[in-house]
């Protein structure tokens, strides 16, 4: 096959091909971008879960303290 017959063919045949595939570097930064994206998003999460328990942690105590102030009340009467 002529060189300039191959090179033609295979610019035809990338040309074909081209929107079914995609290069590896391409590959390494999309999975490098989502993978920054996926871990910002499990950080947040974490720091809104750390932010629920803490509140619960508060209304837990808040709670006690009212059951303890009700105990009192029934006992005095």
């Not at 930064?29 to 750390?50: I, K, P």
């Amino acid at each position: 096959m002529p060189p300039s017959f191959r090179s033609k063919a295979v610019r035809t045949l990338d040309d074909a091909l081209s929107p079914h595939y995609v290069r590896q570097e391409d590959v390494a930064r999309a999975l490098e971008e989502l993978t920054r994206l996926l871990s910002d998003r499990f950080d947040a999460e974490a720091e809104a879960v750390a932010v629920i328990g803490q509140r619960l942690t508060e209304l837990t105590e808040l709670v006690a303290r009212m059951q303890d102030e009700l105990n009192d009340l029934r006992s005095r009467q």
